[in-house]
C-alpha cells in the first residue's frame, strides 16, 4: 500500500465510450502525474499536475483529459480512444520537485482494454 | 536529461546479494540517481534516491562512484519476492522521472 489508490482497476471500453480514470493519494503530497505503460514499453509520462495546475504535457492526444481538482485527487477523462490506447494508465504523486530529492509514489494502475 | 545503461536482465540466486550496475556517464552535478522497482503489472515502486554519498534503507543500498558516472543498487539479501524490473533513473527532481527499459533481475531458489 503505497497511500495511492486508482479506480478501477480494470476498464474495458469501446471507441464510442466516455469513461474516467481516478486517483486519490493519502500522503499530503502537493504533484501528481499520469503515466501510461504500453505492453513490453517502457513507462510513458503523459501529464504532470502541481498545486493543480498542469505544468506539462508531453504531447498527448486531446482524447485524454486530465483534471485536477484538488490536491488529493487526479482523473483522467477518456473519449473516442482507439484499440492502440489500451495499455496500463498509472498515477503517482510525490512532493514538489524543483531541484531535490523527492521521489514519487505509484498507484496500483487501471488496466484498460479498448475493444 | 543525463542518459542511464543498464543490462537487460540479471539472475541471483535467492538469499544472495544481488548488485544491480547503473552507467550514467553524461550525469550533471546537481543531477539525483533514483531506483524503482515493478513487479510484473503492478505500479512502480521507490526505492532508494542519492546524489553523491552512498545510501542505505530498509530495502537497498546505493554505492554511487566517486566520479558519479556509474552507480550500483545492492540488495543484500534477494528474495523471489525482489523480481522485478530495476530502473535506474537520473533526475534534478521527482517532476520528470524518465524510465527506460531497466534491469530484469530474476531471483531464482
Known amino acids: 500500500e503505497t497511500g495511492v489508490t486508482q479506480t478501477p482497476r480494470h476498464l474495458v471500453m469501446g471507441m464510442t465510450n466516455k469513461k474516467s480514470l481516478k486517483c486519490e493519494q493519502h500522503?499530503?503530497?502537493?504533484?501528481m502525474y499520469w503515466y501510461k505503460q504500453s505492453a513490453k514499453k517502457p513507462l510513458e509520462l503523459m501529464f504532470v499536475y502541481s498545486l493543480e495546475e498542469r505544468v506539462e504535457n508531453n504531447s498527448v492526444p486531446s482524447r485524454f483529459s486530465p483534471e485536477c481538482p484538488n490536491s488529493s485527487h487526479l482523473f483522467l477523462h477518456l473519449h473516442t480512444l482507439q484499440p492502440e490506447d489500451s495499455a496500463l494508465y498509472l498515477c503517482a504523486s510525490s512532493q514538489l520537485a524543483g531541484t531535490g530529492g523527492y521521489e514519487q509514489y505509484f498507484g496500483p494502475g487501471t488496466r484498460l482494454t479498448v475493444t | 536529461d543525463a542518459k542511464t545503461t543498464q543490462p537487460p536482465s540479471m539472475d541471483c540466486a535467492e538469499g544472495r546479494a544481488a548488485n544491480l550496475p547503473c552507467n550514467h556517464s553524461?550525469?550533471?552535478?546537481?543531477?539525483?540517481v533514483y531506483w524503482y522497482r515493478q513487479i510484473h503489472s503492478q505500479g512502480p515502486q521507490y526505492i532508494i534516491h542519492g546524489l553523491k554519498n552512498n545510501e542505505t534503507n530498509e530495502m537497498a543500498s546505493l554505492i554511487i562512484t566517486e566520479d558519479r558516472k556509474s552507480s550500483t543498487l545492492i540488495l543484500p539479501h534477494a528474495t523471489l519476492r525482489d523480481t522485478a524490473v530495476y530502473y535506474c533513473?537520473?533526475?534534478?527532481?521527482?517532476?520528470?522521472?524518465?524510465f527506460g527499459a531497466g534491469t530484469r533481475l530474476t531471483v531464482k531458489p
Open positions: 553524461t550525469i550533471s552535478g546537481n543531477e539525483y
Open positions: 500522503l499530503g503530497h502537493n504533484a
Open positions: 533513473i537520473v533526475r534534478v527532481g521527482a517532476n520528470d522521472m524518465r
